[in-house]
Nanobody, 115 residues
Framework: QVQLVESGGGLVQPGGSLRLSCAAS????????MNWYRQAPGKQRELVAQ???????YYTNSVKGRFTISRDNAKNTAYLQMNSLKPEDTARYYC?????????WGQGTQVTVSS
């Protein structure tokens, strides 16, 4: 069965960095687009970053220049490098694989940016 497991979240000071990981199993990882979403309490879930099977990337405007999405197909893992973190980045971050006919999600990892 398909499983996505996020890790790497935690508490960080403003201006700090974190690297999130999404380990995938049960799918042909290399052929699918991978997304990172985030959701803060009381807010809608939003798409943060996306990387295609051809390594094309997309970022929402608020994180451009600060976040970098990447993937290592040999390790079946997607990453989100987050630099220059701001308090407004505080949210639970979710890995998503929009496989045709099946929308897979991880359990999320919490990121809190606070001094």
């Amino acid at each position: 069965q398909v499983q996505l497991v996020e890790s790497g979240g935690g508490l960080v000071q403003p201006g700090g960095s974190l690297r999130l990981s999404c380990a995938a199993s049960g799918i042909l990882f290399s052929i699918y687009t991978m997304n990172w979403y985030r959701q803060a309490p009381g807010k809608q879930r939003e798409l943060v970053a996306q990387i295609s099977k051809t390594f094309n990337t997309y970022y929402t405007n608020s994180v451009k220049g600060r976040f970098t999405i990447s993937r290592d197909n040999a390790k079946n893992t997607a990453y989100l490098q987050m630099n220059s973190l701001k308090p407004e980045d505080t949210a639970r971050y979710y890995c998503n694989a929009p496989v045709p006919g099946h929308d897979y999600w991880g359990q999320g990892t919490q990121v809190t940016v606070s001094s």
